[in-house]
């Protein structure tokens, strides 16, 4: 397979990347809360632990390498808008409805008030499109400072890893405008720019020998698993967050040199901020059906992304995709 191959000037590994982190982060969810803690269940822990290891940091490593900046602030704030503001506005608007009227079946329940100071000050029910606008804007001027410098990359990269490391064991005193989020994902981001910048050497870097390219993915692999498994039988990370996060994702990169992987999870990349969008209501309603039926972790879960993710996904792409109207909303 040709490096970074595109389709109608999609990255395929991109998408695959996409796919793969919304499939992780819906599982996480389906790893349910309420009205059974599943994550009382130590096997329901480490998945929970594996799958939050990699889901979002990696979608802020796919929104670094995908970001441009080429016709001013006006223009690149006007596609922001209407790509992420706009859909985080209306679906958290959605949002407030079973929190306000419908307070039995969700897991926060929130007073109309409540709903929307949090909507403008912690991201309300869509934190991670909250937190990925805010730093979308905060990068501009990081762009503009280290684009045509190695040195200022280098600088930049280093000061926002120390201050990753940092938000691994201590938070900001107060997380208004979720900073904490902001602070440590922005690292993430610059990555993924760093990444597209430097893309021909780093593909590269995936070995073409059969052998190790399977070999490599593998270990590291076994390694995140360890790590995981360390961490739910002692208690503690033995490694700092973003360290652990970092040799995931890296394991997930050098999966993508795989058709199998790319087939599988590439299809999903492209409605990724969708079935994100949609999570939080279909979850509503597949664990309330769930667990009148069963108590079984194993069938709670399978059930939960049945419903979340595969069917999800199937509505999106030939029902709503389909409508003008519910693209612009949702962000297409």
């Known amino acids: 397979m040709k490096e970074l191959q595109t389709i109608k000037k999609r990255y395929v590994e991109i998408d695959s990347m996409k796919g793969f982190a919304i499939f992780f982060v819906i599982l996480g ?24 290891a990699v889901h979002v940091p990696l979608f802020f490593i796919v929104s670094g390498f995908c970001f ?21 506005l209306i679906f958290n608007i959605f949002d407030i409805i079973p929190r306000v009227l419908l307070p039995s079946v969700v897991n926060h329940s929130k007073s109309l008030s409540e709903s929307i100071i949090a909507i403008f000050l912690t991201g309300g029910g869509y934190w991670f499109l909250y937190t990925l606008f805010f730093v979308f804007l905060i990068y501009v001027p990081l762009f503009l400072m280290q684009r045509k410098n190695k040195v200022v990359q280098i600088i930049i990269e280093c000061i926002l890893f120390v201050g990753a490391i940092v938000l691994s064991y ?45 070999l490599v993915p593998l270990l590291l692999l076994a390694a995140w698993i360890a790590i995981i498994t360390v961490k739910i039988i002692i208690g503690y990370s033995i490694l700092p967050r973003v360290l652990t996060t970092l040799l995931a994702i890296v394991a997930v ?13 590439m299809r999903f990349g492209a409605y990724s901020l969708q079935l994100y969008l949609f999570n939080g209501f279909l979850l509503v309603a597949s664990r309330v059906i769930i667990c009148k039926l069963t108590t079984n972790p194993a069938l709670i879960i399978s059930f939960n992304m049945l419903i979340d993710f595969f069917l999800s996904y199937l509505f999106i ?14 962000g297409m």
């Open 317 to 330: 792409k030939y029902l709503w995709s389909k409508v003008k109207f519910f693209r612009l909303i949702s």
């Open 170 to 214: 201590y938070q900001l005193p107060t997380n208004v405008f979720l900073l904490n989020e902001l602070f440590y994902y922005l690292f993430f981001f610059n990555t993924g720019w760093l990444i597209k910048t430097y893309r021909n050497n780093i593909m590269d870097f995936r070995f073409k020998s059969n052998f190790l390219g399977v």
């Open 68 to 88: 441009s900046f080429k016709n001013g602030f006006k223009d690149f704030l006007k596609k922001k808008f209407f790509r992420i503001v706009l859909p985080y």
């Open 253 to 265: 990169f050098f999966f993508t040199r795989f058709n199998w992987f790319n087939r599988i999870f």
């Open 29 to 52: 969810h389906a790893i349910i809360l309420f009205p059974i803690n599943l994550h009382e269940n130590d096997y329901c822990r480490w998945l929970f632990d594996f799958v939050s």
